[in-house]
C-alpha cells in the first residue's frame, strides 16, 4: 500500500479559530481530494510547512482538518522541524526526509503526493530529488478561482493561474541549483 503525503498549501490572511477556516482553499482542495481518495487506514504525511504569522503551522492545521474527515487515517505531521525561516517545496521534501530518517520511517516504498495542481510538476520533481519514491501526483485546485480568494499575502500568485505558472517555472530553476549544492554538500 502507497503512503500518501500531502505538499502544503498556503493559510489565510488571517487567522481564524478552526483549523479548517484557517487552510487557504487550494489547501483545502487538497486535502479533501486525498480524503476522498485515500484507502483505509493508510499513512498520510504532512510535509512541513509555514505559520504566516498564525499561531500554528500549516502542516498542524492540515493534520486536523484531514484527521476530523478521515479518523480512520493515520495522520503524520512532523513537530519543531523548521530550520529555516521560510520552507519553500525543496524544504518541504528535504525537512520532510530529515524527520522520517529521524523517526525511523525513512525509506518509504511507494508515495502519492498531493498538491495543489500548478505546483504538480515541481513538487514532483522536488520529491523526486530528495529520494521520496513518487508514483503519481494528484494535483487539485478549488472548483471556482478568482482573485478574492483568501490566501496569505506572501501567496498572492496563487489567485492568478498564469502568474503562478511564470513563478513555478522560476522557482524551478532555483530550487534546482538548490538541490544540486545540497546533494554535493552531503547535507542531510
Known amino acids: ?8 498549501e498556503g493559510l489565510t490572511a488571517t487567522e481564524a479559530t478552526a483549523a479548517v477556516d484557517n487552510l487557504s482553499p487550494y489547501f483545502k482542495a ?3 481530494q486525498l480524503a476522498a481518495d485515500a484507502e483505509p487506514n493508510s499513512r498520510v504525511f504532512v510535509a512541513p510547512g509555514n505559520p504566516f504569522g498564525h499561531s500554528q503551522s500549516e502542516e498542524d492545521y492540515a493534520g486536523e482538518f484531514l484527521q476530523q474527515l478521515r479518523p480512520d487515517l493515520q495522520v503524520l505531521v512532523p513537530q519543531n522541524v523548521r ?4 520552507l519553500d517545496t525543496f524544504d518541504n521534501a528535504r525537512v520532510l526526509r530529515y524527520w522520517l530518517k529521524q523517526e525511523k520511517y525513512w525509506h518509504l516504498e511507494s508515495v502519492i503526493l498531493y498538491c495543489n495542481k500548478p505546483h504538480s510538476f515541481r513538487s514532483r520533481i ?3 530529488s530528495c529520494d521520496f519514491p513518487v508514483q503519481k501526483v494528484v494535483g487539485c485546485r478549488p472548483e471556482k478561482v478568482d482573485n478574492s480568494m483568501a490566501i496569505a499575502p506572501r501567496l498572492w500568485f ?3 493561474p498564469p502568474i503562478q505558472f511564470l513563478y513555478e517555472l522560476a522557482t524551478l530553476v532555483y530550487d534546482a541549483g538548490r538541490v544540486i549544492i545540497w546533494k554535493v554538500s552531503g547535507s542531510p
Open 1 to 8: 500500500m502507497a503512503d500518501y503525503i500531502i505538499v502544503t
Open 30 to 32: 487538497v486535502i479533501c
Open 83 to 86: 530550520d529555516k525561516t521560510y
Open 126 to 128: 522536488m520529491f523526486k
Open 158 to 160: 496563487y489567485n492568478y
